[in-house]
């Protein structure tokens, strides 16, 4: 028996927030048709359960899938689900288009008792720093402990960040007010900030992970028991679902950079599927982001 794909939905935008229609379309056509967004080239996804081991489903705002039951529906069909759920703090300046924190905080209440918390992995991700017209800084930090008691609470494991990226496209948007623009702390802040979220969630049996870290967990010390991720999980994917699964890296994500995915078929469509969250630091397709 050959191994079977994972499906991701989606890195490149919001599958389950703005698009579950489609998906659902897709899948009881059986098939995907992809874009390389590099070299445009188009493949043929097959899409039935025996070609699907798990659909790893990438949100900050399930309530539309929720409400709608697609889980449910494609549970009955045959196929295995993985959340990843980004639930950061309210900030209105990044995220201006996202539902209130504790309407995050029920979805993800919700997708555990329908799907068990086993198959959920929190992201406080990207943690942002930023500078305010009177010259104060700010950040997106303030609820890490609210959100961490309450996936606790909810068997939730598993907590992914990361810092933002400092894309140049992102440079380029125009800003939310005059005065305002990213900051980039340095490793020292960055390896002290990491240390204090792994304080705050070590008693509550988590696991603390970056994603695409590898310069500040290589200046972690040792005793500080921060990972590397693999936000596509394959052999927890083997171990919640059994079945076979490949584990080979994703040559096409950011390896150098720390990546710990492993092999999986991004569906989402980038020019064709903009994400209409609208936030500040986006790396993808922002709706209404215009540039300066």
Same mark, same amino acid.
């Given at each position: 028996?050959?191994?079977?794909?994972? *499906?991701?939905?989606?890195?490149?935008?919001?599958? @389950?927030?703005?698009?579950?229609?489609?998906?659902?379309?897709?899948?009881?056509?059986?098939?995907?048709?992809?874009?390389?967004?590099?070299?445009?080239?188009?493949?043929?996804?097959?899409?039935?359960?025996?070609?699907?081991?798990?659909?790893?489903?990438?949100?900050?705002?399930?309530?539309?899938?929720?409400?709608?039951?697609?889980?449910?529906?494609?549970?009955?069909?045959?196929?295995?689900?993985?959340?990843?759920?980004?639930?950061?703090?309210?900030?209105?300046?990044?995220?201006?288009?996202? @539902? @209130? #924190?504790?309407?995050?905080?029920?979805?993800?209440?919700? #997708?555990?008792?329908? &799907?068990?918390?086993?198959?959920?992995?929190?992201?406080?991700?990207?943690?942002? &720093?930023?500078?305010?017209?009177?010259?104060?800084?700010?950040?997106?930090?303030?609820?890490?402990?609210?959100?961490?008691?309450?996936?606790?609470?909810?068997?939730?494991?598993?907590?992914?960040?990361?810092?933002?990226?400092?894309?140049?496209?992102?440079?380029?948007?125009?800003?939310? &007010?005059?005065?305002?623009?990213?900051?980039? @702390?340095?490793?020292?802040?960055?390896?002290?900030?990491?240390?204090?979220?792994?304080?705050?969630?070590?008693?509550?049996?988590?696991? !603390?992970?970056?994603?695409?870290?590898?310069?500040?967990?290589?200046?972690?010390?040792?005793?500080?028991?921060?990972?590397?991720?693999?936000?596509?999980?394959?052999? #927890? !994917?083997?171990? !919640? &679902?059994?079945?076979?699964?490949?584990?080979?890296?994703?040559?096409?994500?950011?390896?150098?950079?720390?990546?710990?995915?492993?092999?999986?078929?991004? *569906?989402? #469509?980038?020019?064709?599927?903009?994400?209409?969250?609208?936030?500040?630091?986006?790396?993808?397709?922002?709706?209404?982001?215009?540039?300066?």
């Amino acid at each position: 028996m050959s191994s079977k794909i994972v *499906i991701s939905a989606s890195r490149r935008t919001d599958i @389950p927030a703005f698009y579950m229609d489609w998906f659902m379309d897709r899948i009881d056509k059986s098939f995907f048709e992809t874009v390389n967004p590099y070299n445009q080239k188009k493949t043929i996804v097959h899409a039935t359960p025996d070609h699907v081991h798990t659909i790893v489903f990438w949100s900050k705002d399930f309530s539309r899938f929720i409400d709608g039951g697609f889980g449910e529906q494609l549970k009955k069909k045959g196929y295995n689900l993985f959340f990843n759920f980004t639930i950061n703090s309210e900030d209105s300046i990044l995220e201006p288009n996202i @539902p @209130p #924190l504790e309407s995050r905080i029920e979805q993800a209440e919700a #997708l555990c008792e329908a &799907f068990g918390p086993q198959t959920v992995t929190w992201r406080f991700d990207p943690m942002c &720093f930023y500078t305010l017209p009177d010259g104060s800084e700010g950040n997106n930090l303030k609820s890490f402990p609210k959100i961490a008691d309450h996936m606790a609470s909810m068997g939730i494991l598993r907590c992914i960040t990361s810092f933002m990226d400092h894309y140049s496209k992102i440079d380029k948007r125009s800003k939310p &007010f005059a005065g305002f623009h990213f900051l980039d @702390p340095n490793i020292k802040k960055k390896v002290r900030i990491l240390q204090k979220m792994k304080s705050i969630i070590a008693s509550k049996h988590m696991k !603390l992970y970056t994603c695409c870290e590898k310069k500040v967990l290589s200046a972690m010390p040792p005793e500080a028991n921060v990972q590397n991720s693999s936000c596509i999980p394959n052999r #927890l !994917l083997k171990d !919640l &679902f059994g079945g076979k699964l490949s584990f080979k890296k994703d040559t096409g994500q950011r390896i150098k950079q720390g990546c710990g995915c492993m092999v999986s078929t991004d *569906i989402g #469509l980038y020019k064709q599927q903009p994400c209409y969250h609208n936030c500040l630091f986006c790396y993808a397709n922002p709706a209404s982001r215009k540039h300066k």
